[in-house]
């Protein structure tokens, strides 16, 4: 990188945001270079890398994890800062295009598919919010069973949308009303808190529970947790300990034009991107806990959907638990290396390769026993999580694969579709073979087995990240996203995939997703 392509202004400017010259470097070097694909030695599946419980198995985990419970300090953390926007990406181009005209209500009648507008009209009055929707309408003077016997269907919308009415076009998603309950509405955020005072409570019956928002909806997020916090803790007799944090501003990621130079808004200043959902490490890093839950904001159901839920949170953990259990007892006694035996080495070796899915058999057998024992060390004493899998029913994607790794060993990773070379027939081949799909479903360990946090952020892996094609006020420009939360910045974790059913995942991206059976209650 030439220093000289930045000004005075713009030295100032990165070092405002707290970003050093040589991660800027770094960065510029990404774009010029690119990423490395990763490798595929095979995909992960049933038996090859994934686990599956048969019930009695199952019910033994959840009652491991549900006696420890009270031993841990456990947190729940949930990536929250995503907009609402994407989830009316087909409301917002409709009402902007939507004259009235006899053909353009022709055009609304003639898509009747579930994601279609008609389907959101002819359906409205089963989504949580529309009492909400109604009151903004009459308070306006309107009535919103006129509006749509007129077929001026864009008013509604806006009312939905803007700042005329609920302004959900601006929302985040962890605001927005979901679900319905006989007398009330809950939004994720609430579903969240039910969730952490059903399988997150420690032995003083609290709940921790860990947002990461946006700072323009902080102010948002503490107000709906003092207004549903209490009723729900009185409900389930506990108490919520409600944490908020932010992307920090030196996880941005500097955008490039085509020509990999700095992009530049309209007032001469760079443009910076918030960097992905890997950015999210650094918020995970300051965690102080035992276990924690990862799940993201949006996939929750109503209580009468919740049982499948609970179990297999607690089954997830009950595997972090007893995985954890070996890994510290055999780091315990590989400690003592003087005093290390061949049959303990070979013991946690067949253990490392057997349990916990790392291939390294060849560079392993060429090792002194010391340096075996140094190597069994250095693979065990890492972070831990425990990965919940759904089984694939549609197109294979992204989800668990056996991988290789920097230092030449294989071992399980969560790989992106974008992450593969798909020109590659041999890779193609993998993929397309994937039979589990990962549907962000973690149980976290984050400390060492002297109980010392680790820092996590020795355990990624910084060539795992993406460079995508953005635009800004009509010009294209490259921007670039860090290693994902769960992908490249967990490479370095010993990682476990699990079988968890189709139930447990459901997620809303359009919102005439939450029309589903699964979120009506």
Not at 113 to 140: C, M, P, R, T, V
Not at 177 to 201: I, K
Not at 387 to 395: A, F, L
Not at 404 to 421: C, G, M, R, Y
């Amino acid at each position: 990188m030439n220093k000289d392509m930045f000004s005075k202004k713009d030295l100032e400017q990165i070092a405002a945001k707290g970003i050093s010259i040589e991660k800027l470097a770094q960065q510029i070097k990404n774009f010029e270079e690119g990423f490395p694909f990763m490798e595929l030695s095979k995909a992960a599946t049933i038996g090859d890398g994934v686990l599956r419980f048969n019930e009695k198995d199952a019910d033994d985990l959840v009652k491991l994890y549900e006696s420890e419970m009270p031993n841990n300090q456990i947190y729940k953390f949930v990536p929250a800062s995503g907009a609402a926007s994407r989830m009316f990406k087909s409301l917002f181009a409709f009402m902007e295009k939507y004259d009235g005209s006899e053909q353009a209500k022709k055009d609304f009648e003639s898509d009747d598919s579930f994601g279609s507008i008609f389907n959101f009209f002819k359906n409205i009055k089963q989504f949580a919010f529309y009492e909400d929707l109604k009151n903004a309408i009459s308070k306006s003077g309107g009535n919103i069973d006129d509006l749509i016997n007129k077929k001026e269907y864009g008013q509604v919308i806006r009312y939905l949308l803007t700042s005329a009415g609920l302004n959900y076009g601006s929302l985040p998603k962890g605001l927005l009303e979901f679900h319905q309950y006989q007398n009330a509405t809950r939004t994720p955020l609430e579903e969240h808190l039910v969730e952490g005072a059903n399988y997150c409570r420690d032995k003083d019956g609290i709940v921790d529970i860990h947002f990461t928002v946006s700072p323009e909806h902080k102010a948002l997020f503490r107000q709906k947790v003092k207004e549903a916090g209490q009723p729900f803790a009185n409900e389930y007799q506990t108490y919520f300990n409600a944490y908020f944090s932010e992307q920090q501003s030196y996880t941005d990621t500097i955008a490039v034009d085509l020509n990999n130079q700095p992009f530049r808004k309209d007032d001469g200043n760079i443009l910076f991107r918030p960097a992905g959902h890997g950015a999210l490490l650094e918020n995970l890093n300051t965690i102080d806990a035992d276990i924690v839950f990862i799940k993201n904001i949006d996939n929750v159901v109503p209580d009468n959907m919740k049982a499948t839920t609970y179990r297999y949170k607690k089954l997830l953990a009950g595997v972090l638990l007893q995985y954890q259990k070996r890994i510290f007892d055999y780091l315990k006694k590989l400690e003592k290396v003087e005093n290390v035996s061949e049959t303990l080495v070979n013991e946690v070796a067949d253990f490392l390769q057997k349990d916990l899915s790392n291939d390294f058999t060849s560079r392993f057998s060429r090792m002194h026993i010391r340096e075996r024992a140094n190597f069994l060390i250095q693979k065990l004493n890492r972070p831990i999580r425990v990965c919940g899998m759904v089984k694939n029913e549609g197109e294979p994607g992204g989800g668990p694969f056996w991988s290789k790794n920097a230092d030449h060993t294989f071992s399980l990773q969560i790989v992106e579709s974008s992450q593969i070379n798909k020109e590659d027939a041999g890779q193609a081949e993998i993929l397309q073979k994937s039979s589990h799909f990962n549907p962000v479903d973690l149980i976290c360990g984050l400390k060492d087995y002297n109980g010392n946090k680790f820092n996590l952020l020795e355990f990624r892996d910084p060539q795992t990240g993406f460079v995508t094609m953005k635009s800004k006020d009509g010009r294209e420009l490259k921007a670039q996203e860090l290693p994902g939360l769960w992908n490249g910045a967990m490479a370095d974790w010993n990682t476990i995939f699990v079988e968890v059913p189709i139930e447990t995942f459901n997620p809303v991206k359009i919102v005439n997703d939450l029309l589903r059976p699964q979120h009506q209650g």
